[in-house]
């Protein structure tokens, strides 16, 4: 194996897109389920790898194990258990569910899995861009831009939409912008759960993807009594 001197600089959207949308495309139809071989990790977080050919419960096992790693980590508090778990029975059936439904084929492919600005670099030597420190496996392609949209990391929208241009959204692709949505709520979890003091800044964001999402496909799935946002934020 080679040591590799990085430059501490991450690529722009172009180039990381491309690559990004390559490994997807290259590695689509490896597998006909999605899942892992072999036991990794998300920073501290073991990954429940498996195989599963229903990617909606896959991602479910996967976003409840980072909450529960949270919750070891940070405690809970009633509004953030209570809208996870109006999330995990509403929402993600509602938006997970169709990709493999009336007849539509979602083909998993490799993700790097934490595909964020600390693990991405150039090469001192070439200037080509590098990547490292994956938390692989095999799942839908736009579950990696997820990271993209989250409040630590540096790729802003300009990257999400390069992505777009080289990987066209999964059908119905009309809710594209809300899947993305619900796949960066993991890589807030895992940041809130993984960092030393990153709860506090990460949690409401959280919550206010969460609410956005109930708000909009299970308006009337609360019955706490204690209703959910009044409106909803972009």
């Given at each position: 194996?080679?040591?590799?001197h990085?430059?501490?600089?991450?690529?722009?959207?172009?180039?990381?897109?491309?690559?990004?949308?390559?490994?997807?495309?290259?590695?689509?139809?490896?597998?006909?389920?999605f899942?892992?071989?072999?036991?990794?990790?998300?920073?501290?977080?073991?990954?429940?790898?498996?195989w599963?050919?229903?990617?909606?419960r896959?991602?479910t096992?996967?976003?409840t194990?980072?909450?529960?790693?949270?919750?070891?980590?940070?405690?809970?508090?009633?509004?953030?258990?209570?809208?996870?778990e109006?999330?995990?029975?509403h929402?993600?059936?509602?938006?997970?569910?169709?990709?493999?439904?009336?007849?539509?084929?979602?083909?998993p492919?490799?993700?790097h899995?934490?595909?964020?600005?600390?693990?991405?670099g150039l090469?001192?030597?070439?200037?080509?861009?590098?990547v490292?420190?994956?938390?692989a496996?095999?799942?839908?392609?736009?579950?990696?831009?997820?990271?993209?949209?989250?409040v630590?990391v540096?790729?802003?929208?300009?990257?999400?939409?390069?992505?777009?241009?080289?990987?066209?959204?999964?059908?119905?692709?009309?809710?594209?912008e809300?899947?993305?949505?619900?796949?960066?709520?993991?890589?807030?979890?895992?940041?809130?759960?993984?960092?030393?003091?990153?709860?506090?800044?990460?949690?409401?964001r959280?919550i206010?993807d969460?609410?956005f999402?109930i708000?909009?496909y299970a308006?009337?799935?609360?019955?706490?009594?204690?209703?959910?946002?009044?409106?909803?934020?972009?």
């Amino acid at each position: 194996m080679e040591f590799l001197h990085l430059i501490s600089e991450h690529p722009d959207p172009e180039t990381i897109s491309t690559i990004t949308a390559d490994l997807h495309r290259r590695s689509a139809g490896e597998t006909e389920e999605f899942g892992f071989p072999v036991p990794n990790c998300h920073g501290k977080i073991i990954q429940p790898n498996g195989w599963d050919s229903d990617w909606s419960r896959y991602f479910t096992d996967l976003i409840t194990t980072f909450y529960n790693a949270d919750i070891a980590v940070n405690g809970t508090e009633a509004t953030y258990s209570r809208l996870f778990e109006l999330l995990r029975q509403h929402v993600i059936p509602r938006l997970l569910k169709p990709l493999q439904a009336e007849g539509r084929v979602l083909q998993p492919c490799l993700v790097h899995g934490d595909l964020w600005h600390e693990n991405t670099g150039l090469n001192e030597g070439t200037y080509e861009p590098m990547v490292y420190d994956a938390s692989a496996f095999y799942g839908h392609n736009e579950y990696e831009v997820g990271t993209w949209r989250t409040v630590f990391v540096a790729f802003d929208e300009s990257y999400r939409s390069q992505y777009r241009l080289h990987y066209p959204p999964s059908e119905p692709s009309e809710e594209w912008e809300d899947r993305n949505r619900l796949y960066s709520i993991p890589f807030n979890i895992t940041h809130s759960a993984g960092w030393l003091g990153a709860a506090e800044t990460t949690r409401p964001r959280i919550i206010e993807d969460m609410r956005f999402l109930i708000n909009k496909y299970a308006p009337n799935a609360d019955d706490s009594g204690n209703g959910l946002a009044p409106e909803m934020h972009g």
